[in-house]
């Protein structure tokens, strides 16, 4: 099997396991009562969006485990080019920081918390996991502390301080995932090219794991928008946002190229800087609001524009910016 071919299957095995899953697990949630609560902080007209079955995460993290034993384990064997092991760290982390993602949502649904864990307590979870992904890849040799520049094509030895900015990075990029993460498919349209754009970068690469973890990830996201494009009938939850986004910045560290997943990722970056003026502008001016709301797409839908519009506009943006991206390769 060629390589495209096996993206391909990949893809189509990714995208029809997170299809049937999500099919199977939306009544399942309703029955549990696993429906989404909406604060009141948030845009009014989402209060008809209360009682979507959330955590819906599950169902892709199911696929991907699947696909991991089949497609992976077969790409493996076929193209292994000694970095197999890469790919098993990659994938680990991404789903611990799922496992943390379903904490969060365990503890929302479970203990009637609607705010989950402390952010304390989710942040220092997820420095935990970054540093035992970073402490694995670089004790595997898979790593180590010289940052590529994109574009400049040069390399800079950052010595210990590489840890500190891949710890920022990694954690970061998780966490902006899930602010993305707050209308009707908007952080799996994002996400899906964004994983395109890995997918070129992986066959430009001659990367193997790298494309079977782009064209899984793009296949999981396509599959779950079947039930979560606008109108939504069932939303991922931090289950499935920090999972995600583990996996777009392990992408990145994959091949060898972290930064680049800033202009890959620039939606996600956007969501996150706009949280961060606004609360510091809300401090400074005692009060007052830079945007009408946080996170962007929020302020957004206080402007005016449509779900459907805002997801529409941001996969565009996503499209540009990866093209952007791919001349930093």
């Known amino acids: 099997m060629s390589r495209y071919a096996y993206f391909i299957a990949t893809l189509l095995l990714s995208f029809l396991l997170t299809a049937a899953a999500a099919r199977i697990l939306i009544p399942k949630l309703k029955s549990h009562k696993m429906g989404q609560k909406i604060l009141d902080i948030g845009p009014r007209w989402h209060k008809s969006k209360e009682g979507t079955p959330t955590m819906g995460g599950l169902s892709f993290v199911f696929a991907s485990i699947v696909a991991a034993l089949t497609a992976g384990l077969y790409g493996y064997f076929t193209y292994d080019s000694g970095t197999g ?9 991404a789903y611990l920081n799922g496992l943390i993602g379903f904490l969060d949502d365990y ?76 209308i009707d498919g908007l952080a799996s349209t994002v996400t899906f090219f964004t994983a395109a754009f890995f997918s070129l970068a992986a066959f430009a690469a001659g990367a193997w794991e790298t494309v079977f973890l782009s064209a899984m990830t793009a296949g999981i996201c396509l599959g779950f928008l079947v039930y979560n494009f606008y109108p939504a009938r069932i939303f991922m939850g931090d289950t499935g946002s920090l999972f995600l986004g583990g996996l777009v910045v ?7 190229n972290p930064l680049i997943v800033i202009a890959a990722g620039f ?18 001016t005692r009060g007052k609001r830079f945007f009408r ?27 540009c910016m990866c093209t952007v991206a791919f001349f930093g390769l």
């Open 293 to 319: 709301m946080a996170p962007f797409h929020h302020h957004l839908e206080k402007c005016g524009w449509s779900e459907l519009k805002i997801v529409g506009v941001s996969g565009a943006v996503t499209v």
């Open 85 to 93: 092991l890469m790919l098993a760290l990659t994938l680990v982390m």
């Open 250 to 256: 392990g992408a990145a560290f994959m091949l060898n």
């Open 107 to 182: 503890v929302k649904f479970i203990k009637k918390r609607n705010e989950g864990l402390r952010a304390g307590q989710k942040y220092m979870l997820q420095l935990i996991v970054a540093g035992g992904y970073l402490a694995s890849m670089r004790l595997t040799g898979f790593l180590d502390t010289s940052l590529y520049i994109p574009y400049a094509q040069i390399t800079v030895e950052l010595g210990i301080l590489y840890y500190v900015f891949a710890l920022v990075l990694i954690t970061g990029v998780v966490n902006s995932v899930n602010l993305t993460d707050g």
């Open 267 to 284: 939606v996600y970056i956007i969501e996150s800087i706009s949280v961060i003026i606004q609360v510091i502008y809300f401090k400074i």
